[in-house]
């Protein structure tokens, strides 16, 4: 599930750093590049600044849109962890079980995703507070393998 997002994001975060220092080097060295002249003879004086001003607000667009994604899946598991908490109440005061076709499983999904993704973390607490709240979520035991819960939500 999202497996070319996952990829976008991943060449994403690899090579933000080395196109920003690529950047900062045409600009730096501007004076020097080659065919500079013809460029500013025919382009203007200014064409490297503006080319880079371009580029960095194409970046600035692209983090924006992470963010937004960001905050619609932060939502999407605080969403589901409030709704697994009415439910858990419902059924301690004798109301109907839980089932997997909750009130918004699409948010149950996308909490699942954040899980997961946290358990292949190097602190051992995050693992297992991940993990816990991954059980809690989905009503399933998969262990702290983030491999079997990824195979999970494949099949969801």
């Known amino acids: 599930m999202g497996s070319k997002a996952d990829k976008f994001d991943g060449w994403f975060r ?14 730096l060295f501007e004076p020097v590049l080659p065919y500079g002249d013809w460029l500013r003879f025919h382009l203007g004086e200014d064409i490297v600044l503006k080319v880079a001003v371009v ?10 849109g992470e963010t937004l ?3 619609g899946l932060l939502t ?3 969403e589901a962890f409030k709704t697994f908490g009415r439910e858990r109440e419902a059924e301690a005061r004798g109301g109907a079980p839980r089932g997997k076709g909750s009130n918004n499983p699409k948010a149950r999904l996308e909490a699942a995703k954040l899980l997961i993704a946290a358990l292949r973390s190097d602190d051992p607490e995050i693992v297992a507070t ?4 991954l059980v809690r ?15 999970w939500l494949k099949s969801q």
């Open 130 to 133: 991940s993990h816990h709240n």
């Open 14 to 27: 690899q090579l933000t750093p080395l196109f920003l220092l690529g950047l900062a080097g045409v600009v």
């Open 55 to 64: 580029f960095l607000v194409l970046y600035v667009l692209l983090l924006w």
């Open 69 to 71: 994604r960001l905050q």
């Open 137 to 151: 979520l989905v009503g399933e035991d998969l262990g702290k393998d983030a491999g079997a819960w990824e195979q």
């Open 76 to 78: 999407g598991l605080l």
